[in-house]
């Protein structure tokens, strides 16, 4: 790969920038030969302040960019990505979009692709949420029988995250 993509992870608001999941597909990311980093967001509770942190952190690489958030993190990812040069992806889990009443927030991304994944069974966002985002903005979509923190399926959501960056 010529320019290979910088991969940058969003984490949610209720954990910390190397959990299971971001340390399961930071793995795969290395692996693969990608440079890979975690913002630190512990301790800010604003969107709007994780994302002033992620494009001041992002904008001065001069790279392409694959941005990956889970929950809130998703939510500050695809916020981030109308404000960074190419961003050739973004890859979401169960993302805070459409809460009750910050429907307005919903961020418009702008990314080569979008995945999304998200658990039937989230309580704290619903699946029809990533399914309204995903209609549009002609985004990939898996949904898998899972929870909101979907723990229990870092390898499902480590191979969508493979086959997702197969085509960025």
């Known amino acids: 790969m010529a320019n290979p993509p910088y991969v940058c992870f969003s984490h949610g608001k209720e ?3 190397w959990g299971t999941k971001i340390a399961a597909m930071a793995d795969l990311a290395r692996d693969r030969g990608l440079d890979v980093e975690s913002i630190d967001y512990r301790g800010m ?9 992620l494009v001041a952190h992002c904008a001065p690489l001069g790279r ?11 939510h500050v990812a695809a916020a981030a990505s109308a404000r960074l040069p ?6 979401l889990i169960a993302p805070a979009f459409f809460i009750p009443g910050y429907e307005a927030l919903t961020p418009v991304p702008r990314a080569g692709r979008i995945t999304l994944v998200h658990g039937w069974r989230d309580d704290v966002v619903p699946a029809a949420n990533s399914i309204r985002f995903a209609a549009q903005h002609r985004a990939g979509l898996h949904l898998i029988d899972g929870d909101h923190r979907l723990t229990e399926h870092v390898f499902e959501i480590n191979r969508c995250f493979d086959w997702f960056l197969d085509d960025v």
């Open 15 to 17: 954990s910390g920038p």
């Open 45 to 53: 509770d604003d969107p709007a302040a994780r994302v002033e942190k």
């Open 64 to 74: 392409p960019l694959v941005l990956v958030g889970s929950s809130m993190g998703g």
């Open 86 to 91: 190419d961003v050739r992806g973004l890859f």
